[in-house]
C-alpha cells in the first residue's frame, strides 16, 4: 500500500469538518432544577480534590428479606438520578444502589458546586464548563476505580442487612459507556478481586463495545473517518491474522493515522482551543434514545446531562473499546445481553461480535437481540416496551439466583 504524501493532511482537514459538523453554535447551559434524587445517600470519602462519592441505594419493605443486591451504571455523560424510577422498580425485591461516575452528575465539582448553591437559594448556576472534569480522562481508569469503590460500599451496604451467614448474591445492571467500564473492570480485576467474585452476573445494555456509526448525512462526513481510526488503532502494534502484504499496510497506516490523530485530538483538547474545538450534544442523539416522547422532552430538559464531550475523552474511550475487544473472550461471568440491531450510538457489530467470543463460557450467558429497533436507552423507552424488558431482566436474574442457591 502506498500513502500519498497528502495523506495526513487530508486526515487533518477530515478532522476539521468533523468538528465543524458536530460543534456549531457554543451556548451558556444552566442549571436550575434540583438535582433528581433518590434514595437514601451514603458518603464514600476518597483522596485528593475529588470530594465525597455518593452512593444512593433503595430498600425493599423488608430488606433482610432481599433476594439479591444490584447496583446501577448509567452511560457517557448522563447521571444515576434519571434512574430513580427503575431503581423503585427493582427494589421491590432487591437492594438497589446507584451512583454517578467520575466527572459525571455529582461525581463532577462544578455540577457538586452548582447542587449546593441551589440548596442554598440561588435561582440558576451556569455549569457550561462541566465538560472541563473531563480533561484527565485519556483513559477509563479513574472511572473504573468509582466502580470499584463503589461496588465495594454496595456489598457493604448489602450486607448489613444479612438474614443469616448467607452473603446475597451481587448483579450490576449497566448501560453503553458504563457497560464497557463495567466490563474492563471485572475482567481485569477477576483473579484478584473480592468484590468482583461476589458478582454472580450482570446485564449489558447497549454497551459501547464498538465505535459509534451516525446516521444520515452526517454518517457520510464522519463515519469514514471513525472507521479509518477505529481500523487504524485496531491493528496499531497488534498484527492481526492476515497475509503479510495485508499485515505490512496496516501497520504503516496505523504508524501515520494513529500518533496523528492521537496529537490531534489531544492539541484540540488544550485550553483556549477546547473551548470551541469540543463537540456539543446533536439534536440527532436524542431520537435515537427513546421512542418516548415523554422521555425525550425530558432529556432535552435535563441540565445535569453533560453535553459536551473533550475530544480527549473521547479518542480514549475508542481506545479502550479496541482494548477490551482484544480481551474480551476471557470475560467469564454470565451475563444477560440487550442490543437494539439499528442502534447508531453503540453499533450492534460490537455486540455480536463479544458474543460470538464468550457465549459459550457459561450456561446462563443470554442474548436478546431487537432486530427492528433503533433506541439507545432500553430502560427509557415507551410502555409496555419498557415494562417488558424490565420483565426479562428479572426473570434472568430469578435464573441466575436459583443456579447459585
Known sequence: MKLNRNYPAAILTSVFLLLTMLSGCVHHKFVSEPYPRWGEESRVDQSGDSGPLIVRTLFPPAPTNARACMLLVHGMNEHVGRYGEVARHF???FIVAGFDFYAHGLSNPLLRQADMA????ADRLDVSDAYLAQSSLYDLEPMRRTLDQVLRKTIALCDEHEQGDVERPVFIVAHSLGALVTASYLLSNRNESDAVRRVQGVIFLAPAFAVSEPPGWRGWLANPLIKLSFHAETHFLHPQEEPLPVLMANQLLSLVTVPLLDGIFEV?????????????????VVDYLTDSEEEKARLRADDWIIRRALLRFVKGIEAEIVRFRRQMGEFTLPYYLVYSEQDPITASWGNKDFARATLVHHADNDVLALPDLRYHQHLFLKEPARTELLRHIEHWIDRRLHAVE
Do not use: K, M
Open 118 to 121: 441551589l440548596a442554598g437559594g
Open 91 to 93: 427494589a421491590r425485591q
Open 268 to 284: 484540540f483538547s488544550w485550553p483556549g482551543l477546547r473551548s470551541f474545538l469540543t463537540p456539543g450534544a446533536q439534536a440527532w
